[in-house]
């Protein structure tokens, strides 16, 4: 079974810095999909980006752009220019590419902090 | 994006009474429903996956006639609590899958469950 590793429980950033949480996973496939997922006082689950795993180019979005380190099994988040809005519980999580069920897999979570 | 909704975002119910909590896929056919219970500050826990028309597959550790689940049409999933105890107050989550390439999930916003 897969296992997702989020080691941080919690993290600050000063507003407009820059900040990494961090990830790691235990697969033994090789076709996978990972994600990181926020989720603020809403409780809603927001998407924030995704990697495929045969993809070697590291996923970007905005602000947000991970390091995924596939032989290492590490997938790290890194929020450049953070702000308010940033602040949130953020799960990574993994989902295998075959399988009727693929369901994903959530690590613990780490809650971000953003100072003014 | 595709829209997930869910009915009610919040209800108190007393002990022993049963409450149903609804999903609903707004603009795409969801050929896979989800249902996640979450504790504060903790991460979501897969209750059971389902699929239209077939009855729910629930992880271990989960009572099927506690949490009884329906999948009956493409764009709606219940999730009916019976017989509730404080101990099943909690904040649920649902999540969707359609059929296309990309599998993705997306997520309703949460029914925060008070059992007195």
């Known amino acids: 079974a897969q296992t997702v590793t989020q080691s941080q429980p919690e993290m600050s950033v000063q507003e407009a810095e820059t900040v990494t949480l961090s990830c790691t996973y235990d697969t033994s496939e090789s076709d996978y999909y990972l994600f990181w997922y926020k989720q603020p006082p809403s409780r809603q689950m927001i998407l924030v980006i995704r990697q495929e795993a045969y993809k070697q180019q590291n996923a970007t979005e905005n602000r947000f752009s991970v390091n995924f380190q596939k032989a290492a099994k590490s997938f790290s988040l890194k929020i450049s220019d953070s702000q308010l809005g940033d602040a949130a519980m953020y799960f990574c999580?993994?989902?295998?590419?075959?399988?009727?069920?693929?369901?994903?897999?959530f690590g613990s979570g780490t809650q971000l902090t953003v100072l003014p | 994006g595709a829209v997930v909704s869910q009915h009610p975002s919040r209800v108190i119910c007393k002990s022993g009474t049963s409450v149903k909590i609804e999903c609903r896929s707004l603009?795409?056919?969801?050929?896979?429903m989800f249902w996640y219970r979450q504790f504060p500050k903790q991460s979501l826990m897969l209750m059971a996956t389902s699929n239209e028309g077939s009855k729910a597959t629930y992880e271990q550790g989960v009572e099927k006639d506690k949490f009884l689940i329906n999948h009956a049409s493409l764009t709606l999933s219940t999730l009916t609590v019976t017989s509730a105890h404080p101990e099943d107050s909690s904040f649920y989550i649902c999540?969707?899958?359609?059929?296309?390439?990309?599998?993705?999930?997306?997520f309703g916003p949460g029914t925060r469950l008070t059992v007195t």
């Open positions: 603009d795409f056919q969801a050929t896979t």
């Open positions: 999540s969707a899958r359609g059929d296309r390439g990309d599998y993705e999930q997306y």
């Open positions: 999580a993994y989902r295998s590419a075959w399988g009727s069920a693929r369901q994903l897999t």
